[in-house]
């Protein structure tokens, strides 16, 4: 049952986003075990339209929690800022989507010169197995390259 659930929601996100010329991995070979993926990663742009508009979904991985956490926390470098995830709390086994979505998101502050730039057009979206989502970061396609998180 388990195998059947993983294949459909494989076969449902690369109807829904494949069409768009988007990257989309199936869970199993995102996860490499047997839990099953969040069954929202199909609605990602669906999801991301409450913060701007929407053009496509640029690319929708599944990956553990722990995999997420280790991105998150080393993903500047070593010199980089090293936050916290919040998905430490999640078992690290347990699978989250990762939506990269292009658009114009203008809601989120800009730095320094802010008014000046351009409104950012990638959103990096997070959807948990309860069906939960909040955004990861936002920024510019040319500084936020659509690869599979991970160490």
């Known amino acids: 049952m388990l195998t059947q659930t993983r294949w ?4 449902s996100l690369a109807l829904v986003l494949g069409a768009c010329g988007s990257h989309v991995e199936s869970a199993g070979a995102a996860s490499g075990n047997g839990s099953a993926a969040p069954a929202t990663l199909a609605d ?29 926390e080393t993903r500047h470098g070593p010199n980089g800022p090293r936050p916290v995830s919040e998905f430490r709390n999640l078992p690290p086994a347990e ?3 990762v939506c990269f979505v292009d658009g114009s998101f203008p809601g989120f502050p800009r730095g320094p010169g802010g008014a000046s730039k ?34």
């Open 118 to 151: 351009p409104p950012y057009d990638r959103l990096v979206l997070l959807v948990k197995a309860d069906g939960s989502s909040v955004v990861d970061s936002v920024g510019y396609q040319s500084n936020i390259p659509v690869v599979k998180p991970g160490p």
């Open 44 to 72: 990602c742009g669906q999801r991301a339209q409450i913060y701007g508009s929407v053009t496509r979904a640029a690319g929708v991985y599944a990956v553990s929690a722990q995999e997420l956490v280790i991105w998150q």
């Open 8 to 11: 459909l929601l494989a076969t």
């Open 95 to 97: 699978l989250v989507g």
